[in-house]
Structure formats: structure tokens, C-alpha cells
Nanobody, 120 residues
């Protein structure tokens, strides 16, 4: 399994960024996928998930601002992030989802992460 994130960088508050995660080494189209993040000095926080059938779900604090999607033809999952706040500054990780527990994804394999910094 290989997951490679891209698209991070420096963005101003209120701005937008789209993260991409290119997947290989497994059958992407039949795999559930997700995103998590880790802010400086904080623990890992799950952000969003998308099932193989396209069903999406979000952590409460991300609803309405973040959108997860996938392109099975490109073996890629995306995270569109809008109305970004300084508190969104974190390393964002793409991961496979093994299952869900009480609505939260249980992650399996991880990418290396991409840094998103929200600052003026």
C-alpha cells in the first residue's frame, strides 16, 4: 500500500486548498478512504471519510467547510478545504479505512502527510 499526499502549503485565513492523495498497491475502488490531521502539539484528529460507494462523513467541526471526494479512475482521494482558519494548521494524512466504530473511522495504512499552514 502506498499513499502519497500533495497540495499542502501556506494559505491565508478564509482561503481554500485542495489536498490530493494518490493511492497504489491495493484495489482503490473497493477501499474506504479517509483523512486525519495532527496540529502542532496536539493528538491525531480524524477529519473525514468516504466509503467505496461514495458515502461521505465528517467530524462535526469540519462539516460545511470540508468536502471529501474520490476519483476511482485516478486512484485518488481529495479533500477540499474552504474558509480555512488558523486552527486548521496541521499535517494532513490520507489513510485507508478498515472499519467504522461509532461513526468514526478506524484507519489502516497511512501516507506521509502534507503540511497545511493557515496564516496571514
Amino acid at each position: 500500500v502506498q499513499l502519497v499526499e500533495s497540495g499542502g502549503g501556506l494559505v491565508q485565513p478564509g482561503g481554500s486548498v485542495r489536498l490530493s492523495c494518490a493511492a497504489s498497491g491495493f484495489t482503490f475502488s473497493s477501499s474506504d478512504m479517509g483523512w486525519a490531521r495532527q496540529a502542532p502539539g496536539k493528538g491525531l484528529e480524524w477529519v473525514s471519510g468516504i466509503d467505496s460507494d461514495g458515502t461521505t462523513y465528517y467530524a462535526d467541526s469540519m462539516k460545511g467547510r470540508f468536502t471529501i471526494s474520490r476519483d476511482n479512475a485516478k486512484n485518488t482521494v481529495y479533500l477540499q478545504m474552504n474558509s480555512l482558519k488558523p486552527d486548521d494548521t496541521a499535517v494532513y494524512y490520507c489513510a485507508t479505512v478498515r472499519s467504522r466504530i461509532v461513526g468514526r473511522p478506524l484507519f489502516g495504512s497511512w501516507g506521509q502527510g502534507t503540511q497545511v499552514t493557515v496564516s496571514s
